[in-house]
């Protein structure tokens, strides 16, 4: 359900409630119309004001948790890019078409995390675990000439591995909806 029809819905109900009691309201024995119960009304009202206000406060916080878990894997994955892609470039430039193919699966993955921006061209519609897999082989497939090459290779394979488990848990973490039960409640 989109959060729209869950606010209508809501709404809906609080106002149907609304006019219900305005109608009921002239049925009440007059035993129900007394101060005492009237009293009672008001701590049922407020005892429900405060647990509505600590279920607000707790899916406030739990988006926020969500939001600042995916911010800093959203900077991690960056830095790693960052770091993974001055290795290929010290590799030398055999290490070009990796570069090009990390960049499109760079755009491929800003669209994925937000639709509604497009990156600098590259396969967005490609399955991203394809994109790694092909990433990680082309990276095994370079023959290093010497030593300093395959020590960068190795850096890169690691550095490649590393990646792709923080994409994978920043997309699943992104895909986790809010508390389903706190919602209805």
Same mark, same amino acid.
């Given at each position: 359900? @989109? @959060? /729209?029809? =869950?606010? $209508?819905? =809501? $709404? &809906? !109900? @609080?106002? !149907? !409630? $609304? $006019?219900?009691t305005m109608r009921l309201r002239h049925r009440l024995p007059p035993h129900h119309q007394e101060d005492a119960t009237k009293d009672l009304i008001k701590i049922a009202t407020g005892m429900m004001a405060t647990l509505v206000a600590l279920i607000l406060g707790l899916l406030v916080s739990s988006a926020k948790t969500t939001f600042d878990?995916? #911010?800093?894997?959203? #900077? %991690? @994955?960056?830095? %790693?890019i960052i770091a993974l892609d001055r290795t290929l470039r010290n590799y030398g430039p055999e290490a070009q078409p990796l570069r090009e193919l990390l960049r499109s699966n760079l755009a491929g993955s800003i669209v994925r995390v937000w639709p509604g921006r497009v990156g600098h061209g590259g396969s967005v519609n490609r399955d991203d675990s394809?994109?790694?897999?092909?990433?990680g082989e082309a990276i095994r497939k370079l023959s290093p000439r /010497?030593?300093?090459? #395959?020590?960068? %290779? &190795?850096?890169? =394979?690691? %550095?490649?591995?590393e990646l792709a488990r923080g994409r994978g848990l920043l997309f699943e973490q992104m895909q986790n909806p809010l508390p389903q039960v706190f919602l209805i409640v």
């Amino acid at each position: 359900m @989109s @959060s /729209n029809i =869950i606010a $209508l819905v =809501i $709404l &809906a !109900g @609080s106002c !149907g !409630g $609304l $006019l219900l009691t305005m109608r009921l309201r002239h049925r009440l024995p007059p035993h129900h119309q007394e101060d005492a119960t009237k009293d009672l009304i008001k701590i049922a009202t407020g005892m429900m004001a405060t647990l509505v206000a600590l279920i607000l406060g707790l899916l406030v916080s739990s988006a926020k948790t969500t939001f600042d878990t995916a #911010t800093a894997e959203v #900077t %991690q @994955s960056g830095a %790693q890019i960052i770091a993974l892609d001055r290795t290929l470039r010290n590799y030398g430039p055999e290490a070009q078409p990796l570069r090009e193919l990390l960049r499109s699966n760079l755009a491929g993955s800003i669209v994925r995390v937000w639709p509604g921006r497009v990156g600098h061209g590259g396969s967005v519609n490609r399955d991203d675990s394809s994109v790694l897999d092909e990433f990680g082989e082309a990276i095994r497939k370079l023959s290093p000439r /010497n030593q300093v090459q #395959t020590h960068l %290779q &190795a850096k890169a =394979i690691d %550095q490649a591995g590393e990646l792709a488990r923080g994409r994978g848990l920043l997309f699943e973490q992104m895909q986790n909806p809010l508390p389903q039960v706190f919602l209805i409640v």
